[in-house]
């Protein structure tokens, strides 16, 4: 999953609820993100109730969870919003031990629907 600050001027002409949000420009099929219904072009608004506005704000919610859990997240698709919940996940050839080592790496970026 590659998610990126949404440009204002794409912000605005989505009408939004904040200011901020990140799109998905990338998103592996068989990644935990993918298994999850995460698709290309989605717009994360928030996650577990909180703005998304950079990387950093995924990673403190992932930070926080543990897999198996789920989350909560907003994101805008086709221009709704729609609520879905979560689960962590592993990514496929990545153990649990691994989570520490490889945070930033989007290592607990594991979720699944």
Do not use: F, Y
């Not at 949404?6 to 912000?11: F, H, Q, T, V």
């Not at 072009?41 to 950079?54: F, P, S």
């Not at 689960?87 to 699944?112: I, N, Q, Y």
């Amino acid at each position: 999953m590659q998610p990126v600050t949404l440009p204002a001027e794409l912000r605005s002409k989505l009408n939004l609820p904040n200011e901020t949000a990140l799109v998905m420009l990338s998103v592996e099929a068989e990644s935990p993100a993918g298994r999850a219904g995460i698709m290309l072009g989605d717009v994360l608004v928030t996650l577990e109730g909180e703005l998304v506005a950079d990387t950093d704000d995924i990673q403190t919610v992932l930070n926080r969870s543990k897999i198996g859990e789920t989350i909560r997240a907003t994101i805008l698709r086709g221009g709704e919003l729609h609520d879905v919940t979560l689960t962590l996940a592993e990514r496929p050839g990545e153990k649990v031990s691994d989570c520490h080592e490889s945070r930033h790496r989007w290592g607990r970026s594991r979720w699944r629907r």
